[in-house]
């Protein structure tokens, strides 16, 4: 599971997002600390851990360096 996650992830730093505005108000991106996590605590807490992330994002916020716990 922790694979694939990891598969989708990269595919989507090769083939979405390069196509994409730069909105991220986080340092690392939302996907570069999803990839993080799932290496460092697996599939379940990582995923846990990005959603999380992706929930707390606003358009208001300032850049801010959140790295994985």
Same mark, same amino acid.
């Given at each position: 599971?922790?694979?694939?996650?990891?598969?989708?992830?990269?595919?989507?730093?090769?083939?979405?997002?390069?196509?994409?505005?730069?909105?991220?108000? =986080?340092?690392?991106?939302?996907?570069? =600390?999803?990839?993080?996590?799932?290496?460092? =605590?697996?599939?379940?807490?990582?995923?846990?851990?990005?959603?999380?992330?992706?929930?707390?994002?606003?358009?208001?916020?300032?850049?801010? =360096?959140?790295?994985?716990?």
């Amino acid at each position: 599971m922790k694979h694939i996650l990891l598969l989708l992830i990269f595919f989507y730093q090769k083939a979405v997002s390069p196509y994409l505005r730069p909105s991220c108000r =986080y340092i690392p991106s939302c996907s570069e =600390y999803a990839k993080q996590a799932v290496i460092k =605590y697996g599939a379940i807490k990582g995923s846990f851990l990005a959603i999380a992330r992706v929930l707390r994002c606003n358009p208001l916020a300032k850049k801010i =360096y959140d790295p994985v716990p």
